[in-house]
């Protein structure tokens, strides 16, 4: 689905939801991506983009940055603490704070570096065994933690469990953020998103309705 398609889709799920139109980040998720199918989308204009491997994003940002001016790269997968560094150089935001030990290497490069990208907490909503992100139940003692190193989460981040409906889990991640005094709601895939704008999302993570289908490589 193109680009134009998915923001048109955006735009009517912003009016259904009452909400003003651009109140929704698109995150166009190119982690896999052709070089090709991403710079299309770059030449549509689009300027937020999100990956999930620090090592991809290293080789390719830097040049798109040069070559078409002002992006946002949002961190969306997994962050190893041994590339906090390099992905506090590389992003603009980062989705998936999921524990004390990244908290306080994050914590560590605010204080050399003076500034850090935006923080988003990633919570467990299904409380899924094989899936990073706080436990609900855990959210408020780290989110105390987080601030008494100074660090200054602007959100939640949630991925709902693949075989049930997303509602009760956006609703959740929205009331968790609203008593934490939280504004960013990262939420909604290409499968979800307009249900997760109906709940508040501030951003929506949109793939391969896109790019198309990624193609991974053969190990």
């Given at each position: 689905m193109a680009l134009d398609q998915i923001l048109a889709r955006m735009r009517a799920a912003e009016r259904a939801a009452g909400r003003g139109e651009g109140s929704v980040t698109l995150i166009a998720v190119s982690k896999v991506q052709p070089a090709d199918r991403v710079q299309a989308v770059l030449d549509q204009g689009h300027r937020v983009f999100g990956e999930n491997y620090v090592q991809e994003a290293a080789a390719k940002w830097p040049a798109w940055r040069a070559a078409y001016g002002p992006l946002q790269v949002h961190m969306i997968g997994p962050l190893q603490t041994n590339k906090a560094?390099?992905?506090?150089?590389?992003?603009?935001?980062?989705?998936?704070?999921?524990r004390p030990s990244l908290a306080t290497k994050l914590a560590s490069l605010?204080?050399?570096?003076?500034?850090?990208?935006?923080?988003?907490?990633?919570?467990?909503?299904g409380e899924e065994p094989q899936k990073a992100g706080v436990l609900p139940a855990d959210l408020s003692a780290f989110l105390r933690?987080?601030?008494?190193?100074?660090?200054?989460?602007?959100?939640?981040?949630?991925?709902?469990?693949?075989?049930?409906?997303?509602?009760?889990?956006?609703?959740?991640?929205?009331?968790?953020?609203?008593?934490?005094?939280?504004?960013?709601?990262?939420?909604?895939?290409?499968?979800?998103?307009e249900t997760a704008i109906?709940?508040?999302?501030?951003?929506?993570?949109?793939?391969?309705?896109?790019?198309?289908?990624?193609?991974?490589?053969?190990?």
């Amino acid at each position: 689905m193109a680009l134009d398609q998915i923001l048109a889709r955006m735009r009517a799920a912003e009016r259904a939801a009452g909400r003003g139109e651009g109140s929704v980040t698109l995150i166009a998720v190119s982690k896999v991506q052709p070089a090709d199918r991403v710079q299309a989308v770059l030449d549509q204009g689009h300027r937020v983009f999100g990956e999930n491997y620090v090592q991809e994003a290293a080789a390719k940002w830097p040049a798109w940055r040069a070559a078409y001016g002002p992006l946002q790269v949002h961190m969306i997968g997994p962050l190893q603490t041994n590339k906090a560094k390099l992905a506090v150089d590389l992003f603009d935001a980062i989705h998936t704070l999921d524990r004390p030990s990244l908290a306080t290497k994050l914590a560590s490069l605010a204080q050399a570096r003076g500034a850090l990208p935006q923080l988003f907490v990633q919570v467990n909503t299904g409380e899924e065994p094989q899936k990073a992100g706080v436990l609900p139940a855990d959210l408020s003692a780290f989110l105390r933690d987080c601030r008494a190193m100074d660090l200054a989460p602007h959100g939640l981040m949630c991925i709902p469990p693949e075989d049930q409906d997303p509602t009760p889990h956006f609703a959740m991640l929205a009331r968790m953020a609203a008593d934490h005094g939280l504004s960013g709601l990262s939420m909604g895939m290409s499968g979800d998103f307009e249900t997760a704008i109906a709940h508040g999302a501030t951003h929506i993570r949109v793939g391969s309705a896109i790019f198309g289908a990624r193609a991974y490589p053969t190990p």
